[in-house]
């Protein structure tokens, strides 16, 4: 069973950036999924970036393709998503989720990942 733990969100004005991070634990798989969404209150959990582990295939949801990077840190067990130009509307929790498998190429479903972490802030001010 996985343990993720999410860090490094916080607050920035409009255009500015921010990176938060994901240390997935406990899952010794060579290949894996992990995939960070995004949750506003009254809305529905939106699937932002998702990256093959062992792969390195990534994916992006259109709201913030050219702005968001996905990458894995071998070293530290970890997956970043380094978020630039950031927009009021990118105001969320941020949460990361592992999957066995990566299994779509088209899209980032949140029934695709069975683990979740529990997910750090991100305030983008005007």
């Known amino acids: 069973r996985a343990h993720l733990v999410e860090s490094g969100g916080g607050s920035v004005q409009g255009g500015g950036s921010l990176k938060v991070s994901c240390v997935v634990s406990?899952?010794?798989?060579?290949?894996?999924?992990v995939g960070w969404f995004r949750q506003v209150p009254g809305k529905t959990r939106e699937g932002v970036a998702r990256?093959?582990?062992?792969?390195?295939?990534?994916l992006y949801a259109d709201s913030v393709k050219g702005r968001f990077t996905i990458s894995q840190d071998n070293l530290n067990n970890a997956v970043n998503l380094q978020m630039n130009n950031l927009k009021p509307e990118d105001t969320a929790l941020y949460v990361c989720?592992?999957?066995?498998?990566?299994?779509?190429?088209?899209?980032?479903?949140?029934?695709?990942?069975?683990?979740w972490g529990r997910g750090t802030q991100v305030t983008v001010s005007s």
């Open positions: 989720a592992a999957a066995p498998y990566c299994y779509s190429e088209s899209s980032i479903d949140n029934g695709d990942f069975s683990y």
């Open positions: 406990e899952y010794d798989y060579s290949e894996y999924c």
């Open positions: 990256i093959y582990i062992g792969r390195g295939s990534t």
